[in-house]
């Protein structure tokens, strides 16, 4: 029996409630009280906002990532008489997100830091709202394998793979014999039609304008750059078993279609709808019904062209040359897609920084997969310690390239 049919509300742990994933998630939730309760929430530094989401949701539990972070919020909480928890450390977040009272974890932990309470829901079989790219980029196999073995339901709330997964047949058995290709959308970001010669002059705020999407910082570099695709590419594959040459990007620039699914006969399903994150995330809540997510509604009268650009077209490959090493690394030994995360982590927050050029992001990763040979890791430890080596080694880079 579905949700809707039995409106046993849910208890609901958000892992990066003040990202906008997490504030997206909140605004969702607040619509439908009767359905949803909130039990915990996690952040890094954001205490203020924090503080605020406590006073309107009342949660069990509210971790913060570092100990002064925790301590901070623990006063304003106990001045304002708040029922609230507060905890603080990774061991606190990956708490809450297998506590035996939460049933649904939205992941939305920007970078491989939501690695650990990410496999911690999965082993307790919680419904993983996926948000976190990382988790499977930098997990892989042991990420699905520990899916599997607890029980859990993965659900991906990137726009994308949400949109993949709503045009696949609801039986997942059927998925090999059927899919010819995935097709995911890019929009381009804000440098589609920018001269490639002119990208080392690139600011981070010019990075991080895209022209469509509201998000942080860091995913907006990675949009501009075209890592997201990258990394979304490494996810499809390991979210719907398919091989890497039978994914496909597409730059779409108005983002109304959000990804496409291509069937053995060559029909195509699609997934159409506003640029709102709100939508995938409603659709994940809910899943398998639908309900109001609080998102415009996408209105074709207004809509004058559905283009669509081929990236060995218009000099897309110079201005994105870190997207090819997607099929690169998923074709190397296992362990060489979390040695891209960690260096693209890495390059992207020197950017941002000012200590490389815009340009220089994909000579850190370049290099960096280069450098470091590839792990097959057997535990969240050796994930974790690879990362640590990938990472190391990516910042010897930037010392080296850095302007």
């Not at 977040?93 to 939501?114: K, L, R």
């Not at 650990?116 to 042991?142: D, T």
């Not at 726009?159 to 047949?169: G, I, R, T, Y």
């Not at 060995?312 to 110079?318: P, V």
Request: glycine content about 6%; aromatic content about 6%; hydrophobic content about 45%.
């Amino acid at each position: 029996m579905s949700d809707l049919a039995n409106r046993v509300k849910r208890r609901v742990a958000i892992l990066g409630s003040t990202g906008s994933i997490g504030v997206s998630t909140l605004d969702v939730i607040a619509r439908h009280p009767q359905r949803f309760e909130i039990f915990a929430l996690s952040a890094a530094t954001r205490i203020d906002l924090m503080l605020r989401q406590c006073v309107q949701f009342k949660p069990v539990f509210a971790a913060m990532a570092s100990e002064p972070h925790g301590r901070a919020l623990a006063q304003k909480c106990a001045e304002l008489d708040l029922p609230t928890r507060v905890l603080w450390g990774v061991q606190a977040i990956t708490m809450i997100a297998s506590h035996e009272q939460v049933d649904t974890v939205m992941a939305a932990i920007v970078g491989a830091a939501g690695l650990a309470s990410c496999l911690a829901a999965a082993r307790a079989g919680k419904r993983l709202l996926l948000a976190n790219k990382e988790a499977l980029v930098v997990g892989g196999e042991y990420f699905l394998q520990a899916v599997a073995k607890g029980g859990a339901k993965l659900l991906p709330i990137d726009s994308e793979h949400s949109a993949v997964f709503q045009s696949l047949p609801a039986d997942a058995a059927v998925w090999p014999s059927q899919i010819d290709k995935i097709i995911l959308t890019g929009s381009g970001g804000p440098f589609r039609q920018r001269e490639p010669d002119t990208l080392r002059d690139v600011t981070p705020d010019q990075a991080c304008a895209h022209p469509n999407w509201v998000m942080g910082r860091k995913i907006s570099v990675d949009s501009a750059t075209m890592m997201n695709k990258a990394l979304e590419v490494i996810e499809a594959h390991y979210l719907f078993g398919v091989k890497p040459e039978q994914i496909e990007v597409v730059i779409h620039p108005q983002s109304v279609i959000h990804s496409m699914v291509q069937y053995q006969d060559h029909s195509v399903i699609a997934q159409l709808g506003t640029a709102d994150m709100k939508v995938p995330i409603a659709y994940g809540l809910s899943w398998p019904d639908r309900m109001r997510s609080g998102a415009a509604a996408l209105d074709f009268r207004s809509i004058a062209d559905l283009t669509f650009e081929s990236l060995d077209s218009n000099g897309h490959q110079q201005r994105f040359p870190g997207l090819k090493l997607a099929w690169s690394v998923l074709k190397a030994p296992p362990g060489s897609t979390a040695i891209l995360n960690a260096a693209n982590e890495v390059a992207v927050a020197a950017f941002l920084d000012r200590q490389i050029r815009f340009d220089q992001i994909h000579v850190i990763n370049l290099e960096t997969l280069d450098s470091v040979v590839p792990q097959c890791p057997q535990s969240l430890e050796d994930l974790l310690g690879l990362d640590a080596i990938a990472r190391a080694a990516a910042q010897q880079v930037v010392r080296r390239v850095g302007v």
